[in-house]
């Protein structure tokens, strides 16, 4: 199986960045497709954005334009950059790779980070 330990998360006021890592174990990292997904208490998992492994990106509407991932398979990493920061972006953000299914729903992914909260202030 696959172990993801995601990092980089904190405290950040309105407006600023934060840069998420996920760091992924498994020779064969470079073939998955990655996502990135939040949740905040007592709602859903909301997607966020996949990296395929030859790079191509998706995002969430709620998220195009602020949210950048990208990956470095030498160092079996997923990254994601975060922009413009708002209140609502508060949640724990966790890192997933793709199994099957629709890209935007969690049960199409099935291994998991444990999460790294991200705490934005108004």
């Known amino acids: 199986q696959v172990q993801l330990v995601e990092s980089g998360g904190g405290l950040v006021q309105a407006g600023g960045s934060l840069r998420l890592s996920c760091a992924a174990s498994g020779r064969t990292f470079s073939s998955y497709t990655m996502g990135w997904f939040r949740q905040a208490p007592g709602k859903e998992r909301e997607f966020l954005a996949t990296?395929?492994?030859?790079?191509?990106?998706f995002y969430a509407d709620s998220v195009k334009g602020r949210f950048t991932i990208s990956r470095d398979n030498a160092k079996n990493m997923v990254y994601l950059q975060m922009n413009s920061l708002k209140p609502e972006d508060t949640a724990v953000y966790y890192c997933?790779?793709?199994?099957?299914?629709?890209?935007?729903?969690?049960?199409?992914?099935?291994?998991w980070g444990q999460g790294t909260q991200v705490t934005v202030s108004s």
């Open positions: 990296i395929r492994s030859g790079g191509t990106t």
């Open positions: 997933a790779t793709f199994n099957s299914g629709a890209t935007r729903a969690s049960t199409s992914y099935n291994y």
